[in-house]
């Protein structure tokens, strides 16, 4: 827990952040809950797919808080993370 602190705030708050994975499944769970029954786990798999796929399509902009993140991550990473 220590080591989380020793960052900022913003990229305290990029590392935290959970909303977006938790629509993803969201999303997931309901699709699969909506049909029920799959006649295999092929079918299954292939809504999963095109759900991901639609999902994606949505997906416009990094968090606000990411420009400023990248940037400290850039300077205590410096050859790990490109910026």
Request: net charge positive.
């Amino acid at each position: 827990m220590i080591p989380f602190f020793a960052f900022s705030p913003p990229i305290r708050r990029i590392i935290y952040t959970t909303n977006a994975i938790e629509a993803l499944n969201s999303k997931l769970r309901r699709a699969v809950r909506t049909r029920g029954h799959f006649p295999g786990d092929e079918a299954a798999m292939k809504l999963l797919y095109l759900v991901l796929n639609r999902a994606v399509e949505e997906w416009k902009r990094p968090p606000r808080e990411w420009c400023e993140g990248k940037t400290q991550f850039a300077i205590l990473f410096g050859d790990r993370f490109v910026v």
